[in-house]
């Protein structure tokens, strides 16, 4: 059975601390990795990371996978009071045919206070 | 351009009724995906379309829930004798090929009373 697991699943920082974001895997046929933030309802995108050591970067987030240890991280630098949410790792492996679905660990609850 | 759509947004229904979920992806996308998020979970995968086709039904609970995306765009979610169980946050997501990132919408949030 494929499994994700998430740490820490809570946070409190304060703005302008940097954080970091674990996620570890066990699935087959692994197909990538992908990171969502999630504030009420529907997760927002963040990154896809299919090769290992690459670091995807979108302003003040980061995040890169290693597959050998079959995991990732998420870095927020600069922490601001919007970074506040649940960010949810999923892992993607193929399913009927030639799309896949996603796993997903249960998400780390980020607060930043002012 | 429009994002993935759902409506209801909520729905509230009583034990053993039967309800329809609706979810319009983002036009253009092939693949279309159905999960179930409860309180303190992550999303879990119910059933995956590629086109018309249901093509990975496996995390469909029982024979109460079903999907059709009969022309291959919109899909709706039909739970038959709901049960307090049922109650959670249904996601819609849609990708454009066997690469794309998914894409979900805001959910609709069932409560079985």
């Known amino acids: 059975e494929d499994k994700v697991v998430q740490s820490p699943l809570s946070l409190v920082v304060h703005e302008g601390d940097t954080v970091t974001l674990n996620c570890s895997y066990e699935?087959?046929?692994?197909?990538?990795l992908l990171w969502y933030k999630q504030e009420k309802k529907a997760p927002t995108f963040l990154f896809m990371l299919t090769s290992s050591g690459i670091e995807k970067k979108s302003g003040r987030l980061s995040s890169i996978l290693d597959k050998k240890e079959l995991s990732s991280i998420l870095n927020i630098t600069a922490t601001q009071t919007g970074d506040s949410a649940i960010y949810l790792c999923?892992?993607?492996?193929?399913?009927?045919?030639?799309?896949?679905?996603?796993?997903f660990g249960k998400g780390t609850l980020l607060t930043v206070n002012p | 351009g429009a994002g993935v759509s759902q409506t209801p947004s909520n729905k509230v229904t009583e034990k053993g009724k039967y309800v329809e979920l609706r979810c319009d992806p983002i036009?253009?996308?092939?693949?279309l995906y159905w999960y179930r998020q409860s309180l303190g979970q992550g999303p879990e995968f119910l059933i995956y379309?590629?086109?018309?086709?249901?093509?990975?039904d496996s995390g469909l609970p029982n024979d109460r829930f079903f999907a059709v995306r009969p022309e291959g765009s919109v899909s709706t979610l039909k739970i038959q004798r709901t049960e307090r169980g049922d109650s959670a946050v249904y996601l819609c997501?849609?990708?454009?090929?066997?690469?794309?990132?998914?894409?979900f919408g805001p959910g609709t949030r069932l409560t079985v009373t």
């Open positions: 379309f590629q086109g018309t086709g249901a093509a990975d």
């Open positions: 036009s253009g996308h092939t693949a």
């Open positions: 699935v087959t046929n692994f197909r990538s």
């Open positions: 999923a892992v993607g492996r193929r399913s009927g045919g030639s799309n896949y679905k996603l796993t």
């Open positions: 997501a849609s990708s454009s090929d066997y690469l794309g990132e998914q894409y």
